[in-house]
Structures are given as C-alpha cells and as structure tokens.
C-alpha cells in the first residue's frame, strides 16, 4: 500500500487489524520497541500486538511520523482547543471504518501518523505538534506482511496539517 500526500503537508492515520482476528492490531508500543527508536522509516517493521509483523516500510519520502498520539477526536477538539461543538475527527471516521467489522471505539488503538511531525524537546519531554514535512507527491510504500483489513483516514486537526485540510491518496497493489 502506498500514502501519497498529493499536496503536501497533511498527516494521515493509519490503523490495521488481523484480517482472520482483529483482536491482533497495529501497535506502536510493540513496533518502537522492536526498533528501538521513536521515528519509524524504511525497512523498519510494524508490528501487532501480538509481536508478529504488520507492514514493512519499503519506501519512505519523508523520514518523518509520530507513532505515539491517538486519532484526533471531538473530545480532544473540546479539552485542547475549546471547541463547544466539534466534529468527530480522524477518531471518528476510523471508527467508521471498523464498525462493519464488529469493532467499536474501544477497538481504535494509536494510530501510525504517516508525515505527522512532533517535536519532543530533549531535556523537558514537552511535545508540539508542527507542520508535516512532507511536500506534495510524497510517498510512503508499506508492504503488508498478513491479510488485514485497514483504516485510513486524512487528519482534520489543524496543528497536525499547518491549518490546511488536504487529500491523502493511497493505492493498493499485489506484491
């Protein structure tokens, strides 16, 4: 599976189940882990919860996403930007997504942030979420490494896509 950000700077949320259990997900924990570093980039491994192995970047334009923050969603709209009537942001539309297959709320995990820049300030541990760094037609290539099913949505909060909401484009094809 390939995420092209056609236009530049818009951060996209991925999320992926076992196809045959979807109690086995993507996880961020695992995956840091294993790598043994916060930002993830090409022949890193994604791995489940499970410690088996999701996705393989191939390819990655940008170097640059977060792993650690959740999907944006109506109550972070409300506690971190006082928003009294938010939408349901990307938490919301990957909520969507898994609910036809049986799956709900609690069920939508960290999501990997593909071009999502946070800067985390070495000597405090304070975060801030900054502008993508990708530019348009950057790309990252994923190769999956079992049957899933998968979320992906184009983030709606301002400060992970510089106050501009874009398209992501993705394209799927066989090995």
Known sequence: MTIIDPEGEQVSDLISYNLSDPREYLSSGRSIDYAGRMFLTTEDILYSNRS????????????????????????MFRKL???DDPHHGCFGNLCKAVEKFGLGPDDVHTAFNIFMYVHVDSETGKIEVRPP??????????????DMFVGLTACSAGQSNNFTYKPIDYQISNR
């Open 81 to 83: 930007y006082g928003d």
């Open 52 to 75: 088996n192995p999701m996705w393989t970047i191939v390819h990655d334009d940008v170097g640059r996403h977060d792993f650690t923050l959740t999907p944006c969603s109506a109550e």
């Open 133 to 146: 760094q990708s530019r348009p037609g950057d790309c990252l290539k994923l190769r999956s490494e079992m």
